[in-house]
Every structure is written in C-alpha cells, then in structure tokens.
C-alpha cells in the first residue's frame, strides 16, 4: 500500500478568546495564568458525553489551527524569538507558527465545562490561543507520561523571572481598569500586567523605549510603552 501523503482534518470546536489579535499573545500556555478562553465544540460534535470523565484531569492538550497564518508560507529555517532574531533554527526544532501543516499544540487549564442554549462549552485558563482559532482535538494532559523530569529544553529554557521588568499603571489606566472590573467582573489589569510582563515587542524593536504601542485584550485597545527599567500602561482605549 503507498504511504498516505495527505489526509482531511475536520474542525471539532472553536475557541473564543481574550486574545483579538496576535500581538501580545504570549507564547506559550501558562505564561499569562489570567487568560480566560472558552472552547465551544461545534456539530456534531456539541455533544457532553464527548466529554465524559474530562472532569477528573486538571489540564487538556489542545490541538489546533493556526488560521492566521494559513495562507503564509512555511521555510525550513526560521528566526525564534526566544534567541533575539538573530539565530536561525530548523523549523522543526521550533514552535513557530509557520510550519507544513499549520498544527498548533498547547495544554491548558480546565475551568468549567457546560452547557447554554444547546452550545457545549470548556473553560481554559492560560491558554495562548487567538480568538476563533479552530480546534482538531482534545486529549487529557497524563502527568505520568507527559511530565518528563530532567528532559532537555535545547535554545528554549524557561523564562528567567528576575529578567521580568516592573508594569506600572498610569493614574488614568489604573481608574479605568477599576472601571472596567466593576462592570464587568474581569481582572482586567492582572491580565494587562501578565501580557505586558512577557514583552511582546518584536525583536527589532526591543531596545527602543518610549514608543507607544497597542494591544488589543477582550474589546480593549491597552495603550502602554517601555521605559528603561519598567513598562508602563499609559491609558485604556474602547
Ligand atoms: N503553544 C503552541 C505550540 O507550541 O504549538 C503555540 C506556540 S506559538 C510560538 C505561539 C504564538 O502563536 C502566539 O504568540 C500567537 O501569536 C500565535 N497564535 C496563537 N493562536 C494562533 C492562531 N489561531 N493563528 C495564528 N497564530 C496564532
């Protein structure tokens, strides 16, 4: 028999996240703890007893599309971010976003999962995942079998945290995160500090400071810009 060559995927579910855009995504699960998506499972699909016995595990793998970027595409060498830009890496030594087949992998904390007006829904906390980024499958994250001790972590070791710069948040964008909480019960600046904190500036621009950038987080546009030894959230746009 010939080796299968190509093979057709089918979308089992569709995730709505705090991330509208790509920029300031961070890039990997788990860095940003205060992220809230939730997957909604689409027909046929949209079934509970798919789920039955996920409640037992804390964590999934999420296997997934990276759909904003399907129509790029893919080089044999790319330039990880984790190294500056500088260096080039085989694709398949990365975690890039360009790849052969756009297949994204990430494991995520479960929150609650339910059912509203006939629509199947799984809370993920600290998920790195764009909104509306299509889902190909779920599987329970096996800590005997998945947590490897002592396995090696090549170019990509685990951020330093003392390498974290300070987010200070203007007087105006402290009051309008308040705002913001009161009405809609998000801790909303918990999830700006955790973005900020991973420094989402392009490699390029990495050493310019005072340059206003934005970042768009639920249906908010966070104005902030780096400093020399902090950032700062300057004001909160609708
Ligand atoms: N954890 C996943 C993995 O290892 O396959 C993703 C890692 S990738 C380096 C992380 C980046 O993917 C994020 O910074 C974000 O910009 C991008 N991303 C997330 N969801 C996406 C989507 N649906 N389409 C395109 N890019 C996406």
């Not at 790195?128 to 972590?153: E, R, S």
């Not at 995160?177 to 019960?185: A, M, S, V, W």
Request: aromatic share 8%; hydrophobic share 35%.
């Amino acid at each position: 028999m010939p080796p299968l060559t190509s093979f057709t995927l089918q979308t089992i579910g569709i995730v709505h996240s705090c991330y509208k855009e790509k920029f300031g995504i961070p890039r990997q699960p788990g860095l940003v703890t205060e992220a809230t998506a939730r997957l909604e499972l689409i027909p046929p699909y949209n079934r509970l007893d798919t789920l039955d016995g996920i409640d037992g595990f804390s964590h999934i793998w999420i296997q997934f599309i990276f759909h904003a970027c399907i129509s790029e595409s893919w080089k044999a060498k790319i330039r990880p971010p984790r190294l500056g830009g500088k260096t080039k890496m085989g694709v398949f030594a990365t975690r890039a976003t360009h790849r052969p087949n756009p297949i994204g992998l990430s494991v995520v904390k479960i929150g609650r999962i339910y059912q509203e007006n006939k629509k199947v829904f799984i809370d993920l906390h600290g998920a790195d995942l764009l909104d509306g980024t299509p889902v190909l499958d779920i599987k329970p994250y096996l800590p005997y079998a998945d947590n490897i001790a002592n396995a090696k972590d090549g170019f990509a070791p685990p951020p330093v945290k003392t390498q974290i710069k300070p987010v200070v948040f203007s007087d105006l964008a402290k009051t309008q995160c308040e705002h913001y909480q009161n009405l809609h019960n998000r801790d909303i600046a918990t999830l700006i500090r955790q973005v900020i904190e991973q420094d989402p500036r392009p490699s390029y621009l990495s050493e310019q400071l005072d340059r206003e950038h934005g970042i768009t987080l639920w249906e908010l546009n966070v104005k902030w810009c780096a400093r020399n030894d902090h950032f700062e959230i300057l004001r909160i746009e609708q």
